[in-house]
């Protein structure tokens, strides 16, 4: 009889009210844990383009000071012809220095002396349109230039 008293039931034989005074708190916790970590794109690519493979890469600088040099095919245009994007708009060589210039304009004094210019090409662009942007880049004093490329792996040479 003295087990009676330990368990005892409810009246109403419902399930006990869950407290969900703690729930608002979680809730921006995983929200701000989000904000953080997300990474928002800056550039909608307009050019499609296919990265080459390498064996020989590293990090480049840190990621404010690298200025991004996009060069690809755009859907609908002939398989042939190669254009450029410079940020979010297409371009051509001649907007390369202005869009340099800008670019060192917009970073701070210690991200203007690590400037560095990515070229983010397609593998079958014609390495003497790669030879021009790289007479641009140096006539703008952008002298620090990457390419970007994936890892090959060694079993796929």
């Given at each position: 009889?003295m ?14 009210n ?22 928002m794109?800056?550039?909608d ?28 095919r755009?859907p609908?245009?002939p ?32 991200d203007?002396?690590r ?12 390495y ?9 880049l ?13 890892r ?6």
């Open positions: 009889m087990t009676r008293g330990l368990f005892r039931r409810r009246k109403n034989g419902g399930v006990p869950l407290n969900t005074s703690s729930l608002p708190d979680l809730i921006f916790t995983v929200l701000f844990f989000f904000m953080i970590v997300t990474h794109r800056d550039v690519l307009k050019v499609r383009y296919d990265v080459p493979q390498g064996t020989e890469l590293r990090k480049a600088v840190p990621k404010s000071a690298v200025a991004h040099i996009y060069i690809g755009v609908g245009l398989a042939d012809s190669f254009c450029i994007q410079l940020n979010n708009d297409l371009a051509t060589m001649d907007d390369i220095r202005t869009f340099v210039d800008n670019e060192r304009a917009a970073m701070s004094t210690d203007q002396t400037m560095m210019v990515s070229i983010k090409a397609d593998r079958d662009v014609p003497g349109m790669i030879a021009q942007v790289k007479q641009l140096q006539q703008s004093f952008a002298l620090r230039i990457s390419y970007s490329a994936t090959k792996n060694e079993n796929n040479q």
